[in-house]
């Protein structure tokens, strides 16, 4: 049965770095678009980054582009999101999705297959 299992949340002070993980089964992450995305407690879900075609095409939000990155590793079925120089305003429940077209702006509606998501908290 597909599914896709986010890790490597956690609580970090400003400045440092995580790496979240999406790891896929019952699905091979070179046949779909793939993203990121964000919700801070009283505000919309954010597109934070997106890859498609086998990761060959990636797009970020502007407010991480510099400071993210997505990857894959293809012989684990995994992707990663590399966060650093994390902010306060990057806290937030992240989470991997699958199944929609990865375009500028990485739009976070119309994504229909989600992982269930993991917690990054950035505070001094």
């Known amino acids: 049965q597909a599914q896709l299992v986010e890790s490597g949340g956690g609580l970090v002070q400003p400045g440092e770095s995580l790496r979240l993980s999406c790891a896929a089964s019952?699905?091979?992450?070179?046949?779909?678009?793939v993203g990121w995305f964000r919700r801070a407690p009283g505000e919309e879900r954010e597109g934070v980054a997106c890859?498609?075609?086998?990761?060959?095409?990636?797009y970020y939000v502007d407010s991480v582009k510099g400071r993210f990155t997505i990857a894959r590793d293809k012989a684990k079925n995994t992707m990663y999101l590399q966060m650093n120089s994390l902010k306060p305003e990057d806290s937030a429940f992240y989470y991997c999705?699958?199944?929609?077209?990865?375009?500028?702006?990485?739009?976070?509606?119309?994504?229909?297959?989600w992982g269930r998501g993991t917690q990054v908290t950035v505070s001094s």
């Open positions: 999705a699958t199944d929609v077209r990865c375009q500028e702006g990485v739009s976070s509606i119309g994504w229909t297959f």
């Open positions: 890859a498609s075609t086998a990761f060959g095409t990636k």
């Open positions: 019952g699905l091979n992450l070179d046949d779909y678009p």
